[in-house]
């Protein structure tokens, strides 16, 4: 693997921090507060949340296997833990990290 020279590695960094400011920026550009944003805009401001985190749970349950070692067990606990917490408290914060900190305590402790 060839390793970056100085003034490559320098342009790099420049590109990925001005796409970051672009993607970040743009939208406030493209709808400014003086202007109304269209109608579909507004819908998936209210559809997407919900759409990533569907994602992104069949993206960490997609490699279970429930025909060997703890059968997917760790998993469902710490779902169940993530889902409880945010029921009861409405915190996605603490949600989220109580569960992580459950799974992890029960892949490394108990599994």
Known sequence: ???????????TILVIAGGT?????LPFWVFPPSRQAPAF???LQFLLPSA??????V??????DLTAGSRGLPELLAIAVIVALHLWRRNALLSI???TIVY???????F
Do not use: D, E, F, W
Request: proline residues 2%.
């Open 104 to 110: 992890m305590l029960l892949i490394q402790h108990v």
């Open 1 to 11: 693997m060839a390793t970056l020279t100085a003034p490559q590695l320098l342009i």
């Open 59 to 64: 993206y960490c349950l997609r490699y279970i």
């Open 52 to 57: 990533v985190i569907g994602l992104l749970v």
């Open 97 to 99: 990290s109580a569960g």
């Open 21 to 25: 400011v672009l993607t970040r920026a």
């Open 41 to 43: 805009i507004k819908r």
